[in-house]
């Protein structure tokens, strides 16, 4: 049985409730899934299909629980082979040039890794979008036929 791995890159809670949402709505679809906070290369590689859901700290740079995980990726390199995959990053427009700068990183990375983009990175505005998990949760339901 396939199995959607949720990794979360959160630092004040906002993404991990996009993500437990996302969660819940993929258990209603019958969907086999698990939210990662504190993911390890394990779980990364046993699942089938991924989705990135984080937020943007500092200048542009990904959320301690998941900086050194995305540190392992980049050290250890584990290739996807063309393993399904999406990302949501949550910023703030006001920053400027490092607006959901933790997505962008680890949509490149994914990439690089040879995974399979099914969709384009989703940027969410914090200065717009006041409930994030309503517009991610309809996003990711229209992605449901690439991740399994």
Known sequence: MSKIGIFV???Y???QH???D???MLSAQGLASEVFTDPTLNDF???SSMLFISSTT???DIPPNLEFFVQDLRDQFPLMEQKPFA???LGDSSYGETYCGAGRQIFELLTELQGKPITELLEIDACETL???VEVVAWAEKLLGGMV
């Open 9 to 11: 890159g959160s630092v």
């Open 13 to 15: 809670g906002n993404a």
């Open 18 to 20: 996009v993500a437990e």
């Open 22 to 24: 996302v969660n819940t």
């Open 45 to 47: 590689k046993q699942v």
């Open 58 to 60: 500092g200048q542009g």
């Open 87 to 89: 990302v949501v990053g």
């Open 131 to 133: 409930e994030p998990e």
